[in-house]
């Protein structure tokens, strides 16, 4: 485990208690689409949990990578819709705070940050998902304005995020070469919103769409330039990887948690579950996998927070994490009988949840060609 400073134990201890507050009591009500998640984020911003990483010239806290990691992994242990909605509005004020023009980080940075307003960064289009490079959202120079025309589709927060990190191509059929990136108003006209992702996967995410039509920028919104938008992508991206399969620890220990109090209390054949060896190996085995997920999430963060190139490590973490966190949850819901179907226990959440990292922030085919091509220079 990376050694956090006595400020940032703290916000992972904020964190738990935001949980054990907030998140906690109103998981079911989320799952069934019957509250909105955004009532909590204004706990979430006096826990801390918005500003970690933003610099103190923002009015963040300036804290490293490895203690958003372990926030991450606290969060989603008990919703990772909610996690990964919190961390992107995080992640937006970050973003927005180290790279906007001034004018911009003020009029956003500190909406965001005190949870008034949420964030998403659009990049997948109904069209163009894993193939980044191929996105055909266009941007136009209008005068001194981008002209934004095109499709999103499957971002995190997209329901309702007011400041939209939008990526388009300034220059059809150029690739990664062509894209730049704009701060877009979700109250500006020209931001249509689309209805939230017809799937139960979705729900706490608040995955959904907009589309952009005829939508006008100033020239102080533009983010990254062409040429440069591709590579800021790729930079943060690393990062993402490794909060998600941080997540999808944070996931499987909480399922673990809940079956092995399950097999105290539930006897079969005169025994309680644990007492049964081919029953408390399922466990171990969980165990096991999840500790070695565990060494590997804290192998990318040392990386990230030395400033060291993490692209394969987080790559491997990402993918080991997604892989067993499906496993064992199942296996792990599956340990309880029936009763590991009900809606009080995190198995089947989980579950939707562990799927849907296989996707997020490159899926898991996406990330054996990065490791596959690092091969390339020995093992
Ligand atoms: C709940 C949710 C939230 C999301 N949030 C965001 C967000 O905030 N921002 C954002 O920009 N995007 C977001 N996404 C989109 C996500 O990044 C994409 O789903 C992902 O990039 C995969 O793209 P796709 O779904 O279009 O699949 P496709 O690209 O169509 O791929 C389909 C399948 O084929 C595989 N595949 C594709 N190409 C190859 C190949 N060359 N070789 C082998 N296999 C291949 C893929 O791995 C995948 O399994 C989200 C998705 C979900 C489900």
Redesign the pocket.
């Known amino acids: 485990m990376s050694t956090l400073t006595a400020d940032e134990q703290r916000i992972v201890d904020a964190a738990k208690g935001f949980v054990a507050t907030h998140v906690v009591p109103q998981v079911q009500a989320w799952d069934r689409g019957g509250a909105d998640t955004r009532a909590v984020l204004p706990a979430a911003a006096a826990a801390g949990l918005l500003g970690i990483e933003v610099p103190a010239a923002h009015g963040g806290l300036g804290l490293s990578f490895g203690c958003k990691r372990q926030v991450a992994e606290v969060l989603a242990a008990a919703d990772f819709?909610l996690a990964?909605s919190v961390i992107?509005t995080h992640n937006v004020a970050n973003h927005l705070a180290r790279t906007a023009a001034p004018a911009v980080a003020q009029r956003h940075v500190p909406a965001l940050l005190s949870g008034q307003r949420t964030g998403?960064?659009?990049?997948?289009e109904p069209g163009?998902?894993?193939?980044?490079s191929a996105i055909t959202t266009l941007a136009r120079r209008v005068g001194d304005e981008w002209q934004l025309d095109g499709h999103?589709?499957?971002?995190?927060?997209?329901t309702h995020a007011e400041v939209v990190v939008v990526?388009a191509q300034t220059e059809p059929a150029s690739g990664a070469r062509g894209i730049a990136a704009f701060v877009v108003d979700g109250g500006r006209s020209g931001f249509v919103r689309q209805p939230g992702?017809d799937?139960s996967?979705?729900r706490g995410?608040d995955?959904g769409g907009f589309v952009l039509q005829g939508y006008r920028a100033q020239a102080d919104e533009l983010l990254h330039p062409p040429g440069e938008a591709f590579k800021a992508a790729l930079a943060s991206i690393n990062g993402a990887r490794i909060y998600v399969a941080a997540m999808c620890c944070g996931m499987v220990r909480e399922c673990l948690r809940v079956a092995s109090a399950y097999g105290a209390s539930r006897h079969t054949f005169g025994e309680p579950l644990h007492g049964h060896q081919g029953w408390r190996w399922g466990l171990a085995d969980a165990a096991i996998d999840l500790e070695a997920a565990r060494l590997m999430v804290d192998a990318a963060t040392a990386l990230i927070d030395e400033g060291r190139d993490a692209q394969t490590a987080a790559a491997q973490a990402k993918v080991f994490a997604t892989r067993m966190a499906g496993r064992h949850i199942a296996a792990l819901m599956h340990a309880m009988g029936a009763e590991g179907l009900r809606e009080q226990y995190p198995m089947l959440r989980h579950l939707a949840a562990a799927q849907?990292a296989?996707?997020?922030?490159?899926?898991?085919?996406?990330l054996?060609?990065r490791v596959a091509r690092s091969l390339r220079h020995g093992v």
Not at 120 to 124: D, I, N, P
Not at 128 to 132: E, I, K, Q, T, Y
Not at 152 to 158: D, F, S
Request: charged share 15%; aromatic share 8%.
């Open positions: 819709g990964m992107n998403c960064t659009a990049l997948t163009a998902g894993s193939d980044f999103k589709a499957w971002i995190v927060n997209g990526y992702a799937s996967a979705a995410i995955a849907v296989t996707l997020v922030d490159g899926s898991t085919e996406m054996l060609d």
